[in-house]
């Protein structure tokens, strides 16, 4: 399901830096794939009440109505409409048990 991720712009460089250094700018099929994956990419400004505004064409790519759950992510900040995250948590939920089982499972903790 499509969401919108917000970088503070040091980690986008930094993960753009990782991605595209592992990348081959001469083979077409990690060329298109840098092209597509930047194609919606959007320098915000945070106004003088600390709001930001989100690009119309971006609300409709992700499916932003009205209501949204913002949620924290890795380094960014997800921006969902509110009944596709429902969704989206309602079908991890359904998993849960597997899906901590076999991500977890194989993680030392105690490094």
């Known amino acids: 399901s499509p969401c919108l991720e917000l970088f503070p712009r040091s980690n986008w ?3 753009i830096q990782k991605i ?9 099929r990690d060329n298109d794939f840098i092209r597509a994956y930047n194609a919606g990419l959007k320098e915000l400004e945070i106004d003088s009440t600390g709001r930001i505004l989100i690009p ?4 409709v790519i992700a499916g932003i109505t ?3 759950v913002v949620t924290a992510k890795m380094g960014c900040i997800e921006i969902w409409d509110k009944a596709k995250y429902d969704e989206v948590i309602s079908e991890t939920q359904t998993n849960i048990s597997a899906l901590a089982e076999e ?9």
């Open 13 to 15: 460089d930094e993960l």
């Open 20 to 28: 595209t250094s592992k990348l081959n700018r001469f083979v077409k």
């Open 66 to 68: 009205s209501e949204i």
């Open 103 to 111: 991500i977890l499972g194989n993680i030392n903790l105690n490094e």
């Open 56 to 59: 119309r064409d971006l609300a």
